[in-house]
């Protein structure tokens, strides 16, 4: 029998934001429902309030026409919903194993009844669960160990290991290879078939339109329109999301870049990377291409001195550096726009103003004395309006800002502090397709001022749309060289996967 889910009239504010609007959402179980909005729409803040995330919204929820108060994460597990968020490392314990992190809940909801944990039980309920899923990981394994998809992989078994009738999949598929991803949409298949409903929120709409059958569109914290997929097109999606035409996203690459300024070569490293070489131009924008797991992450890391060089040197202006630490990057001129975000990229529990900054706290302190507020305050609202960063104030909280805009604030940072050369790791994650081309021309206007650009992505139509140049890697390795305005998508898959 099919379940209603019904979020009626739903408002939320934080200090200076209206997040929700008086929202409506409808689903039933046993489908797949996109949820989606371009960032800061309010689908992430709607779904944790349907989670138990927050508890200060007005509005009703009913399940089945029966209003349930849901005001904590409990409230929302005892009723059947759960969430998979987007950031996968706020919801594991790293220091715990798969399996323990597996039947957290059971586990937990247990632990008041004073009894001892089988633990030999506990890994082979959670091996089971693994198996029905497909996913070749040890119970054993500690989660600080796992790659980013393995991780996405374990949250979903956890929701398989209690009653779940709604999950909620929060940019399921943006850590995934493609084969991760055909293997997500295949569980997602078999959860539907058990009846459960599944809130899909992406911003890859070829996925939308292959796995749901309904979609609701938000803007602005409002309900723009919610229909059946079959009655509507990608364009039309798009024009719903942005509530004007979607403009030619890559901007005009330079075509005369100068001489080469950034050098690697001969690089490994202790786990990943094996004589990778390569260079980059002045104002020159070099991809890195490559499935999950081939070492774009590995890579950035070692470049920006956060993982050891083994071998190898790499050179800025024919000087080689040494990149012991990210200290050393930062003071040799490399920046590095990390892929983990939250984890790495920003302070989430500071202002906007402290994490633009924070990178260059020595251009607003004068000598013996204390940080000019005034001078940082200033800098930072001009860095707000040149990326049109949508937030309240310079001292708003970067937790409560949308992904798109928490991304524009861990690349304004190192405009502040104005490097030579600019790293980034897998920059559009997360990220819907109006705040993507505003990071495209914050890239390429970089790379117009001569800076040295590297971009890592396993989204080859990025690859092939914003760089000059591309290095594909498979398996640690730099296995092909490619003009990119004589490359195509498939090509860069052929060297992606293998071949030769």
């Known amino acids: 029998m099919q379940s209603v889910l019904k979020m009626t009239n739903i408002s939320i504010e934080f200090p200076g934001v209206k997040a929700l609007d008086s929202v409506d959402f409808t689903m039933k179980s046993g489908t797949t429902h996109a949820l989606i909005g371009a960032n800061g729409a309010g689908k992430s803040t709607l779904m944790k309030v349907l989670s138990g995330a927050y508890d200060h919204y007005t509005g009703d929820i009913l399940l089945d026409s029966k209003k349930t108060s849901i005001r904590s994460p409990k409230d929302a597990l005892v009723n059947g919903i759960q969430i ?61 160990e796992l790659t980013l998809a393995e991780k996405q992989m374990v949250l979903i078994a956890r929701t398989v290991s209690t009653d779940c009738k709604f999950l909620i999949l929060d940019e399921p598929t943006a850590p995934l290879s493609y084969s991760e991803t055909k293997e997500l949409f295949r569980i997602v298949k078999e959860l539907k078939d058990k009846n459960v409903g599944i809130v899909f929120i992406s911003h890859r709409l070829p996925e939308i339109f292959e796995v749901c059958e309904e979609i609701t569109i938000m803007r602005n914290g409002k309900l723009v329109t919610h229909e059946l997929i079959k009655h509507t097109t990608q364009n039309k999606v798009v024009e719903n999301m942005l509530g004007r035409e979607l403009e030619e996203q890559f901007p005009e690459k330079a075509s005369d870049c100068g001489e080469v300024i950034y050098e690697v070569s001969n690089l490994h490293d202790a786990d990943k990377l094996s004589k990778v070489s390569m260079t980059v131009r002045k104002g020159e924008i070099v991809g890195i291409a490559g499935l999950v797991g081939a070492g774009k992450t590995e890579l ?19 000087k080689k550096l040494t990149l012991t630490s990210p200290y050393h990057a930062v003071k040799q001129g490399i920046a590095l726009v990390p892929e983990e975000r939250r984890k790495e990229g920003i302070l989430v529990h500071e202002s906007v103003v402290t994490n633009l900054t924070a990178a260059n706290l020595g251009a607003f302190t004068r000598p013996f004395s204390f940080l000019n507020r005034k001078a940082e305050k200033q800098r930072a609202v001009q860095v707000i309006e040149s990326l049109g960063v949508k937030t309240p104030s310079e001292e708003a909280i970067v937790k409560n800002l949308s992904g798109g805009n928490q991304q524009k604030i861990a690349i304004g940072k190192w405009l502040i502090a104005d490097a030579e050369v600019y790293i980034f790791d897998e920059p559009t994650k997360g990220v819907d397709v109006g705040a993507k081309k505003d990071i495209f021309e914050l890239i390429c206007e970089l790379a117009s001022r001569g800076k040295a ?12 749309g914003i760089t000059n140049r591309v290095y594909v890697l498979y398996d640690g390795r730099a296995v092909k060289e490619l003009d990119t305005s004589d490359t195509k998508e498939a090509d860069l898959l052929y060297y992606s996967t293998g071949g030769n």
Request: aromatic share 6%; hydrophobic share 40%; with cysteine.
């Open 84 to 144: 998979v968020h987007q950031e996968v490392d706020t919801a594991l314990i790293p220091y715990l194993t798969v399996g323990e992190n597996i039947m957290l809940s059971s586990t937990v909801n247990g632990m008041g009844k004073k009894q001892f944990i089988n633990w030999k039980v506990l890994h082979k309920q959670a091996t089971d669960i693994l198996k029905t899923l497909n996913i070749n990981v040890s119970s054993k394994k500690l989660v600080s």
């Open 300 to 318: 950035c890391k070692a470049l920006f001195g956060e993982t050891k060089i083994t071998s190898g040197e790499v050179k800025l202006h024919g």
């Open 453 to 464: 650009i590297i971009y890592a992505s396993s989204e080859l139509a990025e690859i092939i």
